[in-house]
């Protein structure tokens, strides 16, 4: 069975590295919901954050171009090294999984529903939902919360 596409990289992460990962993402909205709705600048810095998919297929082709310059130029042999990385590279749209992604995801390489689920919590913060409307520093646990659960509904 093909796993779903927002959930395939998480099944095949460690489920310690997802948990730092979840972890990280929290502090960073309790950082900025007790800063106040004004410091939510971080928005910028997502839209720049690179997802697994982007620094995978970044790699691949990384590796890629690399195989096939050194198949060139010093032996044929080196030809193979691009099919690999092109199977991996299937494999990871199929499953999930390929063999950079744990390293990747110990580096803290996000998801981007993992990253959405950040922005959206903040935006939330921020009171662009009118439903959830922003609270200043004094009760920023509790913004942070409600934040979080928008983000995930």
Not at 87 to 116: K, M, N, S
């Amino acid at each position: 069975m093909i796993p779903s596409t927002t959930r395939r990289v998480p099944d095949n992460t460690a489920e310690s590295v997802n948990e730092e990962i979840r972890r990280r993402t929290e502090e960073s909205i309790a950082r900025c919901a007790a800063a106040g709705p004004e410091a939510i600048d971080r928005l910028a810095e997502l839209d720049r954050e690179w997802d697994t998919e982007r620094t995978l297929e970044a790699n691949a082709a990384t590796a890629v171009l690399a195989g096939l310059t050194l198949g060139a130029t010093v032996d044929g042999k080196w030809f193979i090294f691009p099919a690999v990385v092109a199977g991996f590279l299937l494999q990871h749209a199929v499953q999930g999984w390929c063999p950079p992604l744990p390293i990747f995801r110990r580096y803290g390489v996000r998801t981007q529903t993992e990253i959405d689920y950040e922005r959206y919590a903040l935006k939330a913060l921020r009171g662009d939902f009118k439903h959830l409307p922003a609270d200043g520093p004094a009760r920023a646990s509790a913004s942070a919360g409600r934040a979080l659960q928008a983000a995930t509904s």
